[in-house]
């Protein structure tokens, strides 16, 4: 009887070795992708703060300002003025009667078909 | 075991027989036996001592070991616990009020040399030199490579476009190192409240930024404190309205031909600057060198008009008298003022820029900007009790604002509070403070009479300071100051929905010599907008400004400072959700289309 716990207690140290060495390589594991993970954060955010660096610089307002002037013709873009200030009564809301959005409705017309065989529209 | 009897039978019958003791041999067997036990029991107890001794031994020097490794090897953080939040930048950025990067920092490389690890010195020298024509001598750089020094720097910083160029020699002795650039991309917009920036020690792998001016190095500390996490630091500013307010005043100053301006928009209830402009500026990227000691420094581009520059500001001061008086009880603003001119004090003459009879009421002397009737009410409230006004709002010590600079911005106060000072100074001579002492007091006076110390950072609400004024003082004021714009001084300020309210301020420039100069004015208006219900107060200052479009150059502040002003006031107030108190024009407003 003796001899059998004897036995059974060698062999539960064993087991118990075997799982701690498997988690400590595991955990050993985890920490090493943990350091690449944060190194790969780490990149991102120097790229990060070099991308907003190069946004603010883009957006800043002497250069707004220029893009604005230079495309005048095309986005006719001008300084807020005060008379751009509107009440809420003053805009236009749509008439009650009309169907809110993504309601189905009913299409009336000619739809266009697509003709068989790769042919031109109808 | 085979244990030895006591009385063998043998020994005992050949004693028996040599007629001897057999007790003798008895007894001698069991001494024999007792010493036997004995030395066992020893050796046992030994071995045991030993063990125990082992043990101890094991556990000390466990505990030794451990403390000589401890003591021996570099501390490290603990790889698990450091996977957190990282802190990329060494320096946290600034941002405006919105979140709009003011000053950020942005990787570059430095280029050093060590010239013992150079394959081809003489050809890296003329490929070098050949990169960068302006700045690298080859003959310089071969005697360098060929020298005996072992590490040489070259360059702070450079492009990627360079370090490649520089990376295409192909030298192995040509190394880089990372560096940390402070760069602020939106140039000279907010040059004086970011100061700027330079290296402080420097190696290979990084090197330190330190603030050198403004913003920067008043929150050095903060700035570079790890345990911000990099988390930004948020002024007050609005950069929108900074951009559009440098746009107006800079072509205000162009027009009205003006050696500087200076211009301070800060909001009455929190105390947060959201714009300050002074130029000319410069670009904090290239932030220029101070002039050389005995040049006056208020002709560097360095100098910041609206926290370093202290004038004698004018008739701006008027108001502080008014109000007081009004506090006090002495009057109120339908009393008649005595302005019968000039006044004479002892040697002093106290003129006014137009006669305007006998008497005129407390609110048209402010209306009509009377020098003489501001000293008579002067007079009434009596040197200590205006100067002790005066400190309540904060004249006789420099501003609190978060920059280097601001303990430079001393007022200068007259050595002795006489009653001509008091006289004087009530319509703003003899005392000199800067723009930004001016916006902090004007907001005390409208905002309801509570103290408001200017701050550069983002407020979550308002001030509440102590009382200097009641709000019945403050909403009498607000009054008359609109009445200036509607029929005094500042009519041109009149910018239609916005209800400006303000003073205007002419003071001729002190000779440095002594004395003052007749055709050098600071023209200074002070306003605030809306008047109905006061937010914001905004101080435009031009410096030796003059209208030419008349035939006689006019200096007067009602003529260049007021509508520089009022041209920001019209561009700004939009920018700040300022609704208009006029109806909007029916082109502007949305209409149903017709479909």
């Known amino acids: 009887m003796r001899g059998l716990l004897y036995v059974a207690s060698a062999l539960a140290v064993m087991a118990l070795a075997f799982w701690a060495y498997q988690e400590n390589y595991r955990t050993q594991a985890s920490i090493r992708a943990n350091s690449e993970v944060s190194r790969d954060i780490g990149r991102l955010r120097e790229t990060l703060s070099i991308l907003k660096a190069e946004w603010a610089y883009l957006n800043r307002p002497s250069r707004l300002a220029d893009l604005a002037e230079m495309n005048f013709d095309k986005l006719g873009l001008l300084p807020v003025e005060k008379t751009q200030f509107a009440r809420p009564d003053q805009l236009p809301y749509p008439p009650a009667g009309l169907a809110r959005v993504g309601a189905t409705v009913d299409l009336v017309g000619v739809v266009p078909q697509f003709a068989p065989d790769g042919e031109d529209w109808p | ?595």
């Open chain 2, 1 to 595: 075991m085979i244990r030895t009897p006591l009385r063998p039978l043998a020994r005992i019958l050949k004693a028996r027989e040599d007629g001897e003791d057999p007790g003798l041999i008895e007894r001698e067997n069991r001494r024999k036996r007792r010493d036997a036990d004995r030395d066992r029991k020893r050796l046992r107890a030994q071995g045991r001592l030993l063990v125990l001794g082992l043990c101890f031994f094991a556990a000390y020097a466990t505990i030794g070991v451990r403390m000589g490794i401890l003591a021996n090897v570099e501390p490290a953080e603990p790889k698990v616990a450091s996977a957190g939040q990282q802190i990329v930048t060494q320096r946290a950025d600034i941002t405006d009020r919105n979140g709009r990067i003011l000053a950020t920092n942005l990787v570059t490389r430095s280029l050093y040399a060590q010239p013992h690890l150079m394959v081809e010195p003489e050809r890296a020298a003329r490929e070098l030199a050949a990169l960068f024509p302006d700045e690298m001598d080859e003959e310089r750089l071969r005697g360098w490579f060929t020298g005996e020094r072992k590490f040489i720097w070259l360059r702070r910083q450079m492009s990627p476009e360079q370090m490649q160029a520089v990376h295409d020699i192909g030298e192995p002795g040509l190394l880089f190192g990372p560096r940390e650039m402070r760069l602020y991309p939106n140039g000279p917009l907010a040059a004086h409240i970011l100061g700027g920036s330079r290296f402080e020690k420097e190696d290979v792998n990084a090197a330190e930024v330190i603030g050198t001016a403004g913003v920067e190095k008043a929150f050095d500390e903060y700035l570079r404190d790890p345990a911000q996490g990099g988390a930004p630091l948020a002024l007050s500013l609005d950069m929108t309205v900074q951009s559009a307010a440098r746009e107006v005043l800079g072509g205000g100053m162009r027009l009205m031909n003006a050696r500087g301006a200076a211009a301070v928009l800060m909001d009455v209830h929190t105390g947060e600057v959201i714009s300050m402009l002074s130029l000319p500026d410069f670009d904090p990227n290239d932030r220029p060198r101070p002039l050389a000691s005995g040049n006056d420094p208020s002709e560097s581009p360095l100098f910041n008009r609206a926290v370093q520059g202290v004038y004698e500001l004018g008739s701006v001061f008027k108001i502080f008298a008014v109000a007081q008086a009004m506090e006090l009880g002495l009057v109120n603003p339908d009393t008649m003022i005595d302005t019968k001119g000039p006044l004479v004090w002892g040697r002093y003459r106290i003129r006014d820029f137009h006669d305007y009879g006998p008497t005129l009421s407390v609110k048209n002397v402010i209306v009509e900007s009377s020098n003489i009737g501001t000293a008579h009410i002067a007079m009434d409230i009596g040197a200590e009790r205006q100067k002790d006004f005066l400190a309540s709002l904060g004249f006789t010590k420099p501003t609190e604002i978060e920059m280097v600079e601001a303990p430079t911005g001393k007022p200068l106060l007259p050595p002795k509070w006489s009653e001509i000072s008091t006289m004087t100074i009530s319509y703003g001579h003899g005392l000199s403070a800067s723009p930004l002492h001016l916006a902090a007091a004007y907001s005390t006076i409208v905002n309801g009479g509570t103290r408001v110390h200017p701050t550069l950072v983002k407020q979550a609400g308002p001030q509440n300071g102590e009382r200097i004024i009641s709000e019945r003082t403050s909403r009498a004021s607000v009054d008359m100051l609109r009445a200036v714009v509607t029929e005094g001084t500042a009519s041109f300020g009149d910018v239609v929905g916005y209800e400006v309210a303000g003073k205007t301020g002419s003071a001729d420039k002190p000779k440095p010599t002594g004395g003052y100069y007749k055709d050098r004015v600071i023209a200074t208006f002070a306003s605030t907008f809306p008047a109905s219900d006061p937010k914001y107060v905004l101080i435009v200052t031009l410096d030796e400004g003059e209208d030419t479009i008349g035939s006689m150059p006019r200096r007067t502040a009602g003529w260049t400072a007021v509508p520089v002003a009022a041209a920001m006031i019209e561009r700004i107030a939009p920018l700040l959700g300022l609704r208009p108190a006029v109806e909007p024009s029916q082109e502007a407003a949305l209409i149903p289309a017709n479909l």
